[in-house]
């Protein structure tokens, strides 16, 4: 029953019905048809049952056969996947190193350690998903938890789903104003605080981030562009918008997974 292996158990079948009629037309006396004799009828009976079992065995190794393509099909996908995510992680690292170290080279391992634990958190929270999506609020919440002293930051409004391009640039954007502020904004002092408030554009398609910062010293503008403003100005998050108020800065991000 090979055809059944080639063409599917339809085939088998009608090649079952076909080998009985040959053996009938060609073994057995044409003249009186289809014999009753008990022995043939027997026969015939083993025939049929062996070709059943033959088309069995056939199927059953045409569903291993396409399960394991699809699983080979699935490894190479997931190969390739790897490979991409490995190239755009060491980009990302690279990248980090060098803007560190021209931020400021005095304190590059510090710096640089540090971010890379913000993008091992982000990377993490990818892998919880299966590296296609993020929360959004759990993907603040973790950027911000190296810094969450005395509960000086506050979370506010809905959650979302956010594709996996844009986890890790969120989370090292988060992280970059959490460091900021402890160095020179609201975390700095003891009185000082931040909000962070999220929320949802169904019509637009965006999830908005906004951190506001309160009660700390009075905020100047920079005088120059630095790693954070670098990271901040990825496109997958608005760019986002900074506003140096001297009550505190804000930041707005929007995150349009479309941009």
């Known amino acids: 029953c090979s055809s059944d292996l080639l063409a599917g158990w339809r085939a088998g079948l009608v090649s079952i019905f ?3 009629a040959v053996v009938n037309l060609v073994f057995l ?13 027997s026969m015939m009976g083993l025939f049929v049952l062996s ?20 699983a080979t099909d699935r490894a190479e996908y997931l190969n390739q996947e790897l490979m991409h995510r490995v190239r755009n992680t060491l980009t990302v690292v690279n990248s980090l190193a060098a803007l560190t170290f021209k931020s400021d080279p005095a304190n590059f ?6 971010r890379m634990g913000a993008l091992a958190g982000g990377l993490d929270l990818l892998s919880r998903h299966g590296g296609k999506s993020c929360d959004l609020r759990e993907t603040v919440e973790e950027a911000c ?31 970059e104003l959490c460091t900021n502020s402890v160095k020179y904004g609201a975390l700095s002092v003891s009185g ?3 909000n962070v408030e999220l929320s949802t554009d169904e019509a637009s398609n965006e999830a908005l981030v906004v951190w506001q910062e309160i009660d700390g010293p009075q905020v ?40």
């Not at 070709?51 to 699809?70: E, H, K, N, S, Y």
């Open 18 to 20: 076909v080998s009985m």
């Open 29 to 41: 006396r044409p003249q009186i048809g289809f014999t009753t004799d008990w022995q043939t009828v």
């Open 51 to 70: 070709c059943v079992m033959l088309i069995a065995i056939a199927q059953t190794l045409r569903a291993t056969v396409a399960q394991l393509q699809d």
């Open 109 to 114: 391992m510090t710096g640089f350690t540090k």
């Open 145 to 175: 938890q190296p810094f969450m002293l005395d509960h000086r930051i506050s979370f506010a409004g809905p959650s979302c789903t956010l594709p996996g391009e844009l986890c890790v640039p969120l989370v090292l954007a988060v992280h």
């Open 192 to 194: 000082g605080r931040v």
């Open 220 to 259: 100047q503008p920079p005088t120059r562009q630095g790693l954070g403003s670098t990271l901040l100005a990825h496109p997958l998050l608005g760019p986002s918008r900074l506003s140096f108020d001297p009550q505190g800065l804000r930041c707005e991000m929007r995150l349009n997974p479309e941009r």
